[in-house]
């Protein structure tokens, strides 16, 4: 999906996430789900390394190799890129299922 930045007049591309969905937090996750999963980490949160799945198999989610110094991590059902130093949730990418790696 593509959306305008008005202030800049410049092109974002958000993914195959509706524009609405995309600025909610998290994003591209409808409230209700969100609520219904019980969904309480946003971006710039801090995860604790114990409680999460690290992605090690990026393709099998349909992801490219993270850029450096990130990792992709499964935490509370959410995918998610994390700074691989501070454990910080630089964004959130959609909720998964199962863990496939």
């Not at 800049?8 to 524009?19: A, D, K, Q, S, W």
């Not at 995860?47 to 989610?61: E, K, S």
């Not at 992709?72 to 790696?101: E, F, T, W």
Request: charged fraction near 25%; glycine fraction near 10%; hydrophobic fraction near 35%.
């Amino acid at each position: 999906m593509i959306r305008r930045d008005n202030a800049e007049r410049r092109i974002i591309v958000t993914g195959n996430c509706p524009p609405g969905l995309a600025k909610k937090s998290p994003s591209c996750v409808p409230p209700g789900q969100a609520k219904k999963h019980g969904i309480r980490l946003g971006v710039g949160d801090f995860i604790d390394w114990d409680d999460v799945h690290i992605v090690t198999r990026p393709g099998r989610y349909g992801l490219s190799m993270p850029p450096d110094g990130n990792r992709y991590a499964i935490v509370d059902g959410q995918l998610v890129r994390v700074n691989r130093d501070s454990g910080k949730i630089l964004s959130i990418l959609r909720l998964v299922d199962a863990i496939l790696d």
